[in-house]
């Protein structure tokens, strides 16, 4: 009769980091074997080889030592290894009792306390809450955290910094890994973006993100990150670039690759408009660094597409409107007058209600040149003047010259705000609205009617012809605003039409074969049409057909009507819902429109407690900056 023994609960940290982690002297095998195929029977003595049950590698081990199999563990596959080092878990041995071999049995995960239960989600929320804020985990070992959370609940006993981080986050993180391993497998076509925060005094920190389709959702996940120092630059971006891009097997699927100046964009997105009294923020820039590291790295083995660099249009709408305000004393004078009366709002124990508004609009915050913007227009509509002076006594009176500045300004600025908030969001399709947000302002600038503002006009008009050149011309970008159902064609001018549509056939007739087309002219409007000062240029166009299966699938999608430009629109509902009529050009949008225009994934990376910040400021080491960070981005990015 067999008998029964009890289960023998073996800690796992004891078996990766413990001196005899081997095969124990009861006959118990070490827990790393739980990810190991070994072939029985083991030897008596010398080495013998075992498969890795995640990679198939075979390695080197024997009854005496198995750090070749933690070392494997530790550098292949991390996220394993922490996880199972931090949790106590009931491993499978096998123990001869009375010459009778028997197995222990493992015991049901789903069960548990109510206690335990509580537990988890309080450190879930705990490693949550850090990885959002980018919080060093050492400060859980503060006497006065765990003060704090004692007087919050006695029974609750918070994990060491230890605990957390080579257990709670690699855990959570290797959860989070193993879901985006298969999204990027399903994608048809992955861009790649490079974000690079310069630090000349301190390391420089090196962040790798993949922006694709699923789902009919554009989804952007951070990949990996890297601290170095500046001289070792072009080194480590290639290092990293090669090493992750093959361990989630993307060589083949990469559509698009960009590099960007992250501490750059980063003092881009705190623009001031002139006269603003504002903290007065640094970003250590190196361009020729940058420069020299983004065009010395070859991946035309990977089938990448370099976009010549052409960075993010948001940052290039910020530096245009920097550029045409700053060194006009006329304007900076006028807006040094509304920077005064934000302060007096903003310190005014007892406001009075004539400035409830601006009070509110305030308190949304005003330290960027749109928030400025929102700010100066409500003066400006405030009907009133002579109500806002009264409450405003005390200070520099805005005149109605003052005004009629403000008016001016407001006029001449808001479709940039428009076209800047267009960028602003991450998990949208940007790439097609570049070009028909260029010729917009080219055309609002044409239309605008200034007196006192010309030189403003005038820069900025020169700005755009000198800059933005160089995304009008790229086929990339122009093919994705042709894909996009809301422009199709009517940005376009008639002399570049026939050029864009030979190169559209051409792209569709390198898909897969497309299935029977039926032609459709009319289909379901999104919503309310939203009303726009920045595509009022937009005119309906004319019909294009031509005899090749691939151009009557063009022409047929391009005979059809703009979409109107609705909120929270997105222009892959439009190839979901007509995938079957279109084959080839919803192929296309799908390998196309993933291509991020505007870098808002960089802020997302850099805001924590609404605040920017510089990656390089944070006194964290590299593998626990990488962990947070891989949860604070894709916790949210995948649900």
């Not at 072939?39 to 013998?48: A, I």
Request: glycine share 4%; proline share 5%; charged share 20%.
């Amino acid at each position: 009769m067999e008998e029964i023994v009890p289960e023998v609960q073996i800690a796992t940290n004891q078996a990766f980091y413990g001196t005899s982690g081997t095969w124990s002297r009861a006959g118990g095998r070490a827990p790393i074997f739980e990810w190991y195929d070994v072939e029985l029977p083991l030897p008596g003595d010398g080495n013998f080889r075992s498969t890795c049950k995640i990679c198939k590698t075979s390695i080197s081990a024997s009854r005496r030592a198995t750090s070749n199999l933690i070392s494997h563990m530790k550098r292949k596959h991390p996220g394993v290894y922490a996880d199972n080092i931090s949790q106590q878990r009931y491993i499978k041995t096998e123990r001869t009792v009375h010459g009778v071999s028997v197995a222990d049995i493992l015991p049901d995960s789903n069960e548990g306390s109510s206690v335990d239960v509580l537990h988890s989600r309080a450190v879930g929320a705990l490693v949550n809450f850090m990885s959002n804020s980018l919080i060093d985990p050492k400060f859980l070992d503060s006497p006065d955290f765990r003060q704090f959370t004692h007087c919050l609940n006695s029974t609750f006993e918070p994990p060491s910094s230890l605990h957390v981080t080579f257990s709670y986050l690699p855990s959570k993180r290797w959860a989070l890994q193993q879901r985006i391993s298969q999204w990027l497998q399903e994608a048809e076509s992955v861009a790649i973006t490079q974000d690079i925060w310069i630090s000349r005094s301190q390391q420089s920190v090196l962040c790798l993100s993949a922006h694709f389709i699923h789902d009919w959702s554009l989804r952007m996940v951070f990949l990996a990150s890297k601290h170095f120092s500046l001289p070792d630059i072009k080194a480590s971006v290639t290092d990293l670039f090669e090493d992750t891009i093959s361990y989630y097997n993307l060589s083949q699927k990469i559509s698009h690759t960009s590099t960007n100046n992250a501490s750059k964009l980063i003092k881009s997105a705190r623009t001031s408009l002139p006269g603003f009294i504002m903290e007065d923020y640094d970003a250590i820039e190196a361009p020729s660094a940058l420069q020299e590291c983004s065009s010395s790295i070859d991946l035309k083995d990977l089938n990448s597409v370099f976009l010549d660099d052409l960075g993010c249009f948001a940052e290039a709408l910020e530096t245009c409107v920097t550029f045409a305000t700053k060194d006009n004393a006329f304007l900076e004078a006028v807006l040094s007058k509304i920077s005064t009366v934000v302060d007096y709002i903003r310190n005014a124990v007892f406001p009075s209600p004539a400035l409830d508004e601006l009070r509110n609009i305030l308190e949304r915050g005003y330290s960027t040149w749109n928030l400025q913007l929102r700010i100066i227009r409500a003066i400006v509509a405030n009907t009133t003047h002579e109500r806002l002076q009264t409450a405003l006594s005390g200070i520099k009176t805005l005149t109605h010259e003052d005004y009629a500045v403000l008016t001016e300004l407001v006029d001449i600025l808001e479709p940039f705000e428009e076209a800047y908030n267009l960028f602003r969001d991450g998990h949208k399709v940007t790439a097609s609205y570049v070009i028909p947000c260029i010729r917009g302002l080219k055309m609002h600038l044409q239309n605008v009617k200034v007196v006192h503002l010309v030189p403003v006009i005038e820069k900025l008009s020169q700005y755009i012809y000198t800059n933005f050149a160089k995304y009008e011309v790229n086929d990339t970008y122009a093919l994705c605003s042709i894909l996009d159902p809301r422009f199709k064609l009517a940005w376009c001018p008639e002399d570049r039409q026939c050029g864009l549509i030979t190169l559209l056939c051409k792209k569709a007739s390198e898909q897969r074969i497309p299935e029977p087309i039926s032609i459709s002219t009319s289909m379901a409007l999104p919503g309310e049409e939203r009303k726009s000062k920045l595509f009022q240029f937009m005119n309906p166009q004319l019909n294009r057909r031509s005899n090749s299966v691939h151009s009557v699938e063009v022409g047929s999608y391009l005979a059809m009507p703009c979409v109107p430009d609705c909120v929270n629109y997105c222009p892959l509902d439009f190839w979901r819902q007509n995938k079957s009529q279109f084959p080839s050009l919803c192929q296309l949008a799908r390998s196309m429109m993933n291509l991020p225009a505007a870098s808002s994934h960089v802020l997302h990376m850099a805001k924590v407690c609404d605040r920017v910040i510089d990656l390089t400021d944070l006194k964290l080491n590299q593998i626990t900056f990488e962990s947070l960070m891989f949860v604070k981005i894709n916790r949210a990015g995948l649900q």
